[in-house]
T-cell receptor
Framework: GENVEQHPSTLSVQEGDSAVIKCTYSDSASNYFPWYKQELGKRPQLIID?????GEKKDQRIAVTLNKTAKHFSLHITETQPEDSAVYFCAASREGAQKLVFGQGTRLTINP | NAGVTQTPKFQVLKTGQSMTLQCAQDMNHEYMSWYRQDPGMGLRLIHY???????DQGEVPNGYNVSRSTTEDFPLRLLSAAPSQTSVYFCASSWRGGRGELFFGEGSRLTVL
């Protein structure tokens, strides 16, 4: 089955700098890749997703890139702000699948 | 809309006890699922359902039972709790199964002594 590896497990950046979180997946048939943000004590919420027919997707300060050949995708956050501090999860699923497999999570801390 | 509602928010059990975590959604989603969250392990799928009367196993189903008698409700049962089941449990629903946005409940923190 699908396996998703996420790195790093923790990331600390200065406010205003950029943050990058990377995920690799094992199933070459996977073609849906969402990212979820979980603030402390809260539920995970979808922040952005990408399907394999595109290589990049942007939404204001966040972007996701996908490299299908290498089977990895990344979350990019620019001009980081204190409210970006959270745990971020990547995930992957394949066409027709009902299982969304998550990575281990990255705890992002934005230092003022 | 309330979205996805889970109860209880906190529960302490003794080893061997049974309990049911309740999950209800009011978005008319056919797909519902249960995840557990453990430090360093991410979110792991326990069981899921694609509609009333249909359930299937996820990555870590052992020790848990589910049923889906209505579109709205998807309870998770622990028949004989073990310390390894200490975790935070999230129920989630989606209009597009594992390929659409998952709407999560607030979570249920379970401690098994």
């Amino acid at each position: 089955g699908e396996n998703v590896e996420q790195h790093p497990s923790t990331l600390s950046v200065q406010e205003g700098d950029s943050a990058v979180i990377k995920c690799t997946y094992s199933d070459s048939a996977s073609n849906y890749f969402p990212w979820y943000k979980q603030e402390l004590g809260k539920r995970p919420q979808l922040i952005i997703d990408i399907r394999s027919n595109v290589g990049e997707k942007k939404d204001q300060r966040i972007a996701v890139t996908l490299n299908k050949t290498a089977k990895h995708f990344s979350l990019h956050i620019t001009e980081t702000q204190p409210e970006d501090s959270a745990v971020y999860f990547c995930a992957a699923s394949r066409e027709g699948a009902q299982k969304l497999v998550f990575g281990q999570g990255t705890r992002l801390t934005i230092n003022p | 809309n309330a979205g996805v509602t889970q109860t209880p928010k906190f529960q302490v059990l003794k080893t061997g006890q049974s309990m049911t975590l309740q999950c209800a959604q009011d978005m008319n989603h056919e797909y519902m699922s249960w995840y557990r969250q453990d430090p360093g392990m991410g979110l792991r799928l326990i069981h899921y359902s694609v509609g009333a009367g249909i359930t299937d196993q996820g990555e870590v189903p052992n020790g848990y039972n589910v049923s889906r008698s209505t579109t709205e409700d998807f309870p998770l049962r622990l028949l004989s709790a073990a310390p390894s089941q200490t975790s935070v449990y999230f129920c989630a629903s989606s209009w597009r199964g594992g390929r659409g946005e998952l709407f999560f409940g607030e979570g249920s923190r379970l401690t098994v002594l």
